[in-house]
């Protein structure tokens, strides 16, 4: 099995080799093969796509505006239903899961949206506290469960804070940890960094590595290319609903800690900050 987050586990950064075919294996999480969806207004959101993302794997989905990349996400949830072909999620046929056992699938999932939505009225716990409830946790398995989730995401000296009382990179955090509270195998994100400047997204970049490093598989739908090229992932790239490009991007190494990719990352911002000012300079 391939798995390019161990084929590269050199210290020295080394280039990774293009992926155009895709074989799901035993590690394979989620499967597309030849998925094309077809809205009713007869707009193609996504044309025969065909990739296995594996276990523990962190996949940037990057394409222009339109290219399919929430459509992807939403295929994931069964929030939609693909025209043709298969889609698998660990093992498991999606068009075999039976209405009634949607919310049931959907508790393996956690999802940050592109329009994450908190709650206005509640403070960061109960944010993240509600997301337990729903998907059937006990008021005492949320007491245990939330100081980690709190820890893990920065949170902690915001628990009592309202949305509103909060930055958009921490109201960006509070929709992560949501996602992430009750531990899903597979965390899917729709542009958790849209709006949020460079500094704040390496922020929410290292939250989410922090959680695929802690064993779960990542799936990130973003424009930002900058930080994508960064963070030296895999990524696939979609063009009008098609697969143009899959492949881990350049250099990475793989036993980085979340630590290092967070100074990695401010550092490479900075020295890009540096160059366009010279330019700017010499323009003037
Ligand atoms: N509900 C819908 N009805 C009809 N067409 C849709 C619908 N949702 C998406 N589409 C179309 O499907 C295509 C893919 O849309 P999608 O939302 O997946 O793109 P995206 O890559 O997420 O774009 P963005 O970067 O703007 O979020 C687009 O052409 C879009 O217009
Ligand atoms: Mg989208």
């Known amino acids: 099995m391939t798995s390019y987050a161990h084929a590269n586990a050199a210290a020295q950064p080394i280039a990774a080799p293009t992926r155009p075919s895709q074989t799901p294996g035993a ?53 939609l239903e693909p025209s043709e072909g298969v889609i698998r999620v660990a093992g498991r046929d999606l068009s075999q899961i039976q209405r009634k056992s949607i919310p049931y699938y959907r508790r393996n999932i956690g999802v940050v949206f592109q329009d994450f939505k908190l709650l206005p009225t509640r403070t960061v716990y109960d944010n993240i506290a509600y997301t337990l409830q729903v998907t059937g946790a006990s008021r005492k398995q949320i007491r245990a469960a939330l100081p980690d989730i709190l820890r893990l995401t920065g949170l902690s000296t915001k628990l009592h804070n309202y949305p509103h009382q909060l930055s958009g990179g921490e109201q960006q955090r509070v929709a992560v940890a949501r996602a992430f509270a009750s531990h899903p195998p597979l965390l899917l994100a729709d542009e958790p960094t849209g709006n949020l400047d460079p500094k704040t997204s390496i922020g929410i970049m290292q939250l989410l590595y922090r959680i695929n490093r802690a064993g779960t598989t990542v ?34 190494t793989q036993d980085e800690t979340t630590s290092d990719l967070g100074e990695r990352l401010r550092r490479e911002v900075e020295t890009h900050d540096r160059i366009e000012r010279a330019r700017a300079q010499t323009r003037r």
């Not at 290319?225 to 609903?241: A, F, P, Q, Y």
Request: proline share 0%; glycine share 10%.
């Open 27 to 79: 590690n394979t999480v989620v499967e597309f093969q030849g998925v094309t969806k077809r809205y009713d207004s007869g707009d193609i959101g996504l044309e025969r796509a065909t990739f296995a993302i594996d276990r523990q794997e962190l996949v940037f989905l990057v394409g222009a505006t339109g290219s399919g990349k929430s459509t992807i996400m939403r295929l994931l949830v069964k929030e």
């Open 219 to 252: 799936i990130v739908a973003t424009h930002d290319s900058d930080m994508v090229n960064r963070m030296r992932r895999r990524v696939i790239e979609l063009r009008r609903g098609r697969v143009i490009r899959d492949e881990a991007t350049g250099l990475y």
